[in-house]
């Protein structure tokens, strides 16, 4: 057999492995990019869970009461809040203060510990005229599954200042090929007040008193959805007379 028909033969022997491999790699492209595509739908509200449980709680003494390890502050029941719950008090909590109480909701809720899930995203808001602390905060959490293909995703929103709590779960996402963008709180060294003191010096504070704080801020630390690890500190006017809303952004260390 001269050298020629040798080849010929050869290749015809590689070309099915070699077709063979080209298609596996293509569906493990697709596979990705569906992976990918699918993972864009982070639970992106409260709307989006598949259970949701609220329970009234007392502001005034809520803080004091998980610190000592009483677990009997809440009583949760099935669905929302009443609508258009009453205004209970004013508060000023720090971002400290809402992950214990976050902490305490996870013991209480689905006993388990909030160390065994993933922190992805932060969500909290201030009115211009109280920059001492916080009124509402949202943090949401994920846990890859058994089978490493899911995300199980859980979320808790706090109200202190209408006197109520509310947690999400049971809803999963299909894990992205490259996973989800995490928050390490061990890393952080800016906290969510600081960054609004950070963006009060930047310009924040300008805008508020030119609208006579009139507004509302907003503060997110969002790394999956944002490409980036920095705190978005969002200034809206409430009576919407401006379109130059600011928007600062503060690295998170």
């Known amino acids: 057999m001269n050298m020629k028909r040798w080849l010929l033969l050869l290749l015809k022997l590689l070309l099915v492995p070699i077709l063979l491999f080209g298609i596996y790699i293509i569906i493990i492209l697709v596979d990705i990019a569906q992976d990918e595509r699918d993972a864009d739908a982070v639970p992106m509200g409260f ?5 949701i449980e609220s329970s009234m709680i007392d502001p005034a003494t809520i803080l004091s009461s998980i610190n000592h390890d009483d677990q009997n502050v809440f009583n949760f029941e099935l669905g929302f809040p009443p609508d258009d719950p009453p205004f209970v008090t004013s508060v000023e909590w720090r971002q400290e203060d809402f992950l214990n109480l976050a902490t305490s909701i996870f013991h209480v809720a689905w006993n388990e510990s909030i160390n065994d899930w993933t922190l992805y995203r932060m969500d909290y808001w201030t009115r211009c005229d109280d920059l001492y602390g916080f009124s509402v905060g949202e943090v949401y959490f994920f846990q890859e599954t ?8 859980r979320g808790i929103d706090m109200q202190p200042e209408y006197g109520y709590v509310t947690w999400g779960g049971d809803t999963y996402r299909r894990r992205p090929f490259f996973g989800w963008k995490v928050i390490n709180l061990k890393e ?3 906290t969510a007040e600081e960054a609004l003191r950070r963006a009060e010096t930047s310009g924040g504070m300008e805008f508020r008193r030119s609208i006579e704080n009139e507004c509302g801020i907003f503060i997110q630390l969002w790394p999956e959805v944002s490409g980036r690890y920095d705190w978005r500190v969002h200034y809206w006017d409430d009576n919407g007379y401006t379109n130059d809303e600011p928007e600062f952004w503060i690295p998170t260390k």
């Open 47 to 51: 709307g989006s869970f598949n259970v």
């Open 146 to 153: 058994s089978d490493h293909k899911k995300y199980s995703g």
């Open 188 to 190: 952080m060294t800016v």
